[in-house]
């Protein structure tokens, strides 16, 4: 099982950047994909960007993919969300998931075994 803390929410202006961060403990990362993903309320766990531990390819929504990165650095076992010209509606609670190596795609939250706490994200006009 993997451990993940969430921090670095918080509020921010549109246009604005926040840089959200994520500890990673537990089993070896190497056997593992790591990902962000947000919920507003009522709403299903939307998939925002995700990281192959092993070959560092990265993925990214439609919707934030030019404005967030998605980085690791391996010595302090954490996992970064850089985001830039930050918008309300990328106003949710953003959670950091991760998940064994698998044939599920890394945008499907079902590739996701363990899941962070949660951290605030809002975004004013």
């Known amino acids: 099982q993997v451990r993940l803390v969430e921090s670095g929410g918080g509020l921010a202006q549109a246009g604005g950047s926040l840089t959200l961060s994520c500890l990673v403990s537990?089993?070896?990362?190497?056997?593992?994909?790591l990902g962000w993903f947000r919920q507003t309320p009522g709403n299903e766990r939307e998939f925002v960007a995700a990281?192959?531990?092993?070959?560092?390819?990265?993925h990214y929504a439609d919707s934030v993919r030019g404005r967030f990165t998605i980085s690791r650095d391996g010595a302090k076992n954490t996992l970064f969300l850089q985001m830039s010209d930050l918008k309300p509606e990328d106003t949710a609670v953003y959670y950091c998931?991760?998940?064994?190596?698998?044939?599920?795609?890394?945008?499907?939250?079902?590739?996701?075994?363990?899941w962070g706490q949660g951290t605030q994200v809002t975004v004013s006009s």
């Open positions: 990281l192959r531990w092993n070959d560092r390819s990265t």
């Open positions: 998931a991760a998940g064994l190596i698998s044939t599920i795609s890394l945008l499907n939250a079902r590739a996701y075994s363990d």
């Open positions: 537990g089993r070896s990362d190497r056997f593992y994909n």
